[in-house]
């Protein structure tokens, strides 16, 4: 919303000039007023005065942000049991404080709220322009690419046919802009799609994928031709040809200043900012800048305004370090503060005094638009189904594709306020965008549950590979530490031809500046993140670990980018895919040499924890020692093998139960080597009758066959258990443990309250403490859970 220029305000006493000062002041705005006022009566009829107005702006902003935050939350804590997005709460607050309510205010005292949600909106699109990837439409798959097309252009023609075969001449066709209307109704929206995955966490899922690339496509059809259309209505009559061409050249050549200057230059910043490096803030601010200018820029070439801010946000290089820069600073009071203010202000204009009389125009967009989003529906899921996707999925997938929000909600406030549209249509259009946007989320997370896919996903666990089988292990690394330890872990494993080790090395990176998640399988070389690359060290890296152990190692590897409370789906899809038996975490924390904490990420705490509880496999969490692991040295192992002794000492505590059992298995398979030297030491409760059961038999059958060192430990209790475990903690360098979750026996009893990070375990998170030494590496392992 442009300020005018600004005015020349004096404060008069008795003739004498007291104080003059240059005042900003603002058009109308584009929303409608109604919020309700806090202040007195004769405190609102005085500061309603226009010469009080911008005495008292900033209090009652203050007080008109805190009375429609308050009342959001409240609403949503209501809604969101119904599992109605936050969006419908920001909404139905405006309405509460819009022209539906009792008491209202004048235009004027609303005037700085539409300015700053107006701010928001045009906020909004910038950082959704940087964190797209256009180019993403041409690499989404032919398939895709059909999909996102055939959503928009089949419901576009119908709704078209609609709008033709009722009784109206071409001059009325143009001047009642059904087009326009048909284009919004058949529309795609990339920004509310995404928004919806996001607040159901599906991102990453298979239908999140699916989704944002089709949409994504849809977008980019609906913004070609909204502008189209745009043009050729407003050149209709008789200097069409005119105005088409002016219009039209003026869009071309905003375009160029964005795509052809404007981008070259933010490359530029891109490529003098070294890998790793944070960006300059002088780069950040040239942004940020651009977007400030481009709102005005496109007014002035009589350019639809918000146009400019997203077009912007398309020339910046998605990603870091400028698109990621820009999200961190921008996003969250973008998001957090202001988008929930434009959402509202967007209630305030839903006026249902206009349902009393409509005309028969409305009636008629009314079912064209009912019809046309019936039609797409149909269309998403039968292109969908023919892609051989199941049908629940299907169907969650076109409820997706209908999905209407705030984009929509800006395209209608455009068309009122420019007079394309009457009052009555906007309000119908406003009611289905809520209905529609109220029944897609509970349709979606009704029909489609990403863990249904692991329902018949048969039970994978070290136990079940025989010894002269390969062992399909998935390793994830966030850090360069993570490589090292890794590869030190598979050299001790020792595999070799006859019993191999088939590696997936899955690099996660956290999603920032980027809407899209990625999942990249390097080995068939997709270039997917524009030119630069990622990954590089580990893939180079575990290239070379597997030239030096051809033929005992197969190595692959993936980059995962995605939000950090979704990557656990990135690790089940390709545990599944690749039918591994072994997942392998990095810890979340690390020391020095001194015993302090190096570094802690609660993030991959939190993975990991995710991991644990829903693996479809085994998964193992491996700590490292203060002294860094450096497990295995291959000129020790060819002497130990000439020599026949061992180099290495791994000692499996066993307790019992399926999780030291998975333990065991892995330490067996470490142990088939002459260099390495495992030791079972068996921690039995004293003075406890054996029981009978099918866990405490299978635990008897496995140390039966034990062919390693076996030591047995009577203790009556956890401190007895504890003393043990502190005597031998430096007589081994690896420790496989267990993890027992929630489970304490005779041997832990009274360990459990003195545990610090519960998730490994009791005896886990002793052998890994600072306190109890920290200078071994412990390797906590779980049998895949139970599956309900």
């Known amino acids: ?74 609403i949503h804590c209501v809604l969101k049991h119904l599992r109605l997005p936050v969006f419908i709460s920001q909404l139905l607050a405006g309405i509460i404080l819009g022209k ?19 701010l928001g909106y045009m906020l909004f699109l910038f950082l959704t322009g940087v964190k797209m990837d256009v180019s993403m439409t041409y690499r989404s798959g032919k398939k895709v690419i059909c999909i996102g097309i055939l959503t928009v252009v089949v419901p576009l023609i119908v709704c078209l046919l609609m709008a033709k075969s009722s009784n109206m001449d071409r001059e009325e066709f143009m001047e009642n802009k059904p087009v326009l209307l048909a284009v919004s109704y058949s529309g795609t929206s990339f920004p509310v799609v995404h928004c919806l995955l996001s607040e159901l966490k599906l991102l990453n899922s298979e239908l999140g994928r699916l989704g944002l690339s089709a949409a994504l496509v849809g977008d980019m059809l609906s ?26 050249g003026k869009a071309i050549l905003f375009l160029v200043l964005v795509f052809f200057c404007f981008r070259p230059l933010m490359r530029w910043m891109v490529r003098r900012t070294h890998e790793g490096e944070k960006i300059k803030k002088a780069y950040v601010y040239t942004a940020i800048l651009a977007f400030m200018v481009s709102h005005k820029f496109t007014e002035d070439l009589r350019v639809f305004f918000v146009i400019g801010p997203f077009l912007v946000g398309l020339a910046v290089p998605d990603g870091p370090p400028l698109g ?17 203010l434009y ?33 797409k529906f149909g269309v998403s899921f039968l292109v969908s189904f023919l892609c051989n996707i199941p049908t629940r999925d299907c169907l969650a997938f076109a409820a997706l594709m209908i999905s209407k929000g705030v984009v929509e909600m800006t395209i209608y ?3 009122n306020d420019a007079g394309i549209i009457d009052p009555d249509i906007f309000t119908y259009t406003t009611i289905i965008i809520i209905v529609i946007a109220s029944i897609v989320p509970m349709l979606v997370k009704t029909l489609y549950d990403p863990s249904r896919k692991y329902a018949c996903y048969p039970k994978r666990s070290i136990m079940q590979c025989k010894l002269n089988e390969q062992l399909r292990m998935i390793s994830c690394i966030h850090v360069p530490v993570n490589v090292n330890s890794v590869i030190d872990l598979i050299n001790v494993s020792c595999p070799t031809t006859h019993s191999p080790v088939v ?14 998640p990625l999942f990249i399988s390097h080995e068939k070389n997709w270039n997917t993140l524009s030119g630069s690359l990622y990954s590089e060290n580990v893939i180079l890296t575990f290239n070379q670990f597997e030239q030096d152990n051809w033929g005992a190692v197969l190595v692959k590897v993936f980059t995962a980018v995605s939000p950090p409370n979704l990557m656990y789906e990135d690790i089940f899809n390709l545990a599944r895919d690749t039918l591994t038996s072994f997942i392998l975490l990095p810890f979340h924390r690390q020391w020095n040499v001194d015993g302090s904490i190096e570094s802690e990420d609660r993030s991959i705490r939190s993975l990991n924890y995710n991991v644990l509880e829903k693996s479809p496999c085994s998964v193992g969490i491996l700590v490292e020692g203060r002294r860094r692991l450096n497990l295995y040295n291959s000129r020790d192992h060819t002497q130990s093998m000439l020599d026949g002794s061992s180099s290495y000492g791994i000692a499996v505590i066993f307790l019992g139960g399926k999780d030291d059992r998975e333990a065991l298995a892995l330490g067996r398979r470490m142990s088939q080597d002459k260099s390495v030297a495992m030791t079972i030491i068996h921690v039995r409760a004293a003075n406890r009758t054996v029981a009978d059961d099918m866990d405490t038999m299978q635990d008897a059958e496995m140390l039966r066959n034990a062919k390693e060192t076996y030591i047995e430990k009577q203790v009556n209790d956890g401190p007895e258990t504890l003393e043990y475990l502190r005597s031998i903690v430096n007589d081994y360098q690896l420790f496989i443990v267990g993890r027992r979750y929630k489970r304490e026996d005779p041997q832990t009893f009274g360990l459990h309250e003195w545990t610090e990070i519960q998730e490994i375990g009791i005896i886990g998170d002793l052998l890994s403490s600072a306190d109890f030494g920290g200078n071994n590496s412990v390797l906590i392992v779980q049998q895949q859970q139970s599956i309900s």
């Not at 600073?329 to 957090?336: F, M, N, Q, R």
């Not at 690099?507 to 809407?515: D, E, F, P, Q």
């Open 503 to 516: 590696l997936h090395v899955l690099h996660l990176i956290k999603l920032s500046g980027r809407a899209t």
């Open 324 to 340: 990621s820069a820009l999200v961190e600073k921008l996003e969250p009071v973008t998001s957090g503060f202001l988008m929930p």
């Open 413 to 415: 406030n455009s068309m």
């Open 343 to 375: 959402a509202a202000t967007c209630g305030m204009r839903i006026d249902f005094a206009n349902l009393r009389q409509p005309s028969s125009f409305a009636k008629h967009q009314v079912i064209a638009a009912v019809v046309t989003i019936i039609v």
């Open 100 to 118: 539906n309510s009792l008491i209202t205010m004048s235009e004027d005292s609303v005037a700085i709220l539409g300015s700053v949600a107006s």
């Open 223 to 248: 913004l070609f031709l909204r502008t189209i259309f745009s043009a050729l209505i407003e050149g209709h009559g008789e200097t069409e040809l005119k105005k088409v061409a002016r219009h039209f």
């Open 1 to 74: 919303m442009a300020a005018q220029p600004p005015e020349l305000i004096r404060t008069y006493k008795n003739g004498t000039i007291l104080e003059q000062k240059f005042c900003l002041t603002f058009p109308p705005p584009v929303f409608s007023p109604g919020l309700i006022s806090l202040l007195s009566h004769q405190g609102h009829n005085e500061i309603d005065k226009p010469g009080n107005l911008m005495e008292y702006a900033a209090p009652r902003l203050q007080l008109q942000m805190i009375v429609i935050f308050l009342l959001t939350q409240a």
